[in-house]
């Protein structure tokens, strides 16, 4: 089985990168961190660059998790290129980092963090990154 990790380069997607090695670890499981940014370009905020991407490479080769990297950008929105990815390796757990908005702001905006809660075949684990203070 797999945890899979929905990363972006933001405080949201570290914590859930962090929270996914954990997960991955205790369950003696394989680490799958996707990149699934709507939009395939620098601007996007959850766009990983290569060297993003080959940094988050670099920080797990350090653990004892066997995990891939992988980005697939641009190929829908992001929540359904993640569940879809969940259903594709029959993942056992889901990562995804959740950030503060205020209820008006999840309403205009929505939240893939939320489709992926909502739609996901698996448990998920929702984090929050830690307070600065």
Partial sequence: MTVVVAYAPTPEGEAALEAGVEEAQRRGEDLFVLNAPAGA???????A???QLEQVRRRLAGTAVRAQVVQRAGQGDTADVVVDALH???ASAVVVGHRRRTPVGKFLMGSAAQRIILDAP???ISVKPALRG
């Fill in 49 to 51: 660059s290569p060297d």
């Fill in 88 to 90: 594709e390796l029959n």
């Fill in 122 to 124: 698996c448990p998920v």
């Fill in 41 to 47: 370009a620098l601007a996007e905020k959850t766009y």
